[in-house]
């Protein structure tokens, strides 16, 4: 799972890319993108993490998710820190949809941390977790930028999820439902740096 969310999460986007080389290249309408859209995403409670708690019945999983839980309680605080020391954001036209794109893509996310499949909703949670770690990176480069600095991350280790995913996936269809919700998470991940650098582009042009 670790490798596979490597593979097929943020990083593999070619703006987080640019970014994770070089966050002193971001312009302030960028930032203010990063941690707005970000924040409408993963920002609110409940999150994806929360509903994978009330959807998980495996006693294995509830020390991961009571973990998961209380680390995403101090990154929301982090991230709607950020938001506001950032500033609004701002359009890229007149028909700008931006932030209805990303609205439906948290409805999406709390559709499928909600589902009565068991696996997914647990499998949602991995791939968040440990794609975060990647887009953290970015969000603290950015905190100093800024002028403050966040705490350490306390969510759980890499080498915890891909223990408890290995210990999960021992059963087939579980192991498909998780993959499954992993999968999903990524994309809608990798949708949000493609849409980000949408709107770099259509501000590069308008200058």
């Known amino acids: ?39 409408v995403l993963h920002g609110r409670h409940p999150g994806v993490v929360d509903h994978a708690a009330t959807k998980t019945a495996d ?26 020391v950032a500033g609004p954001i701002s359009g890229v036209g007149v028909d700008d949809q931006s932030n209805a794109a990303v609205m439906a893509q948290r409805k ?39 002028g403050f600095e966040s705490r350490a991350a306390i969510l759980p280790s890499p080498e915890a999820t891909e223990s408890l995913n290995t210990i999960l996936s021992g059963n087939k269809p579980i192991e498909r439902a998780i993959n ?6 990524l994309t809608q991940h990798r949708g949000l740096w493609q849409l980000m650098e949408a709107r770099r582009n259509a501000r590069s042009l308008a200058e």
């Open 1 to 39: 799972m670790v490798d596979y969310v490597a593979e097929h999460g943020s990083a593999s986007v070619r703006y987080f890319q640019e970014i994770a080389s070089g966050v002193e290249s971001l312009s302030g309408p960028e930032t203010a993108d990063i941690a707005h859209f970000l924040c």
């Open 59 to 84: 006693e294995a999983a509830r020390t991961w998710l009571v973990e998961a839980i209380e680390g995403f309680t101090a990154e929301r605080a982090f991230l709607t820190k950020l938001t506001v």
């Open 108 to 146: 999406a996310l709390d559709m499928l941390s909600q589902s009565d499949r068991n696996g997914c909703a647990i499998g949602a949670s991995f791939a968040l977790v440990l794609d975060w770690f990647a887009i953290r990176g970015i969000l603290e480069k950015m905190a100093i930028r800024l």
């Open 180 to 185: 499954f919700g992993a999968d999903q998470v």
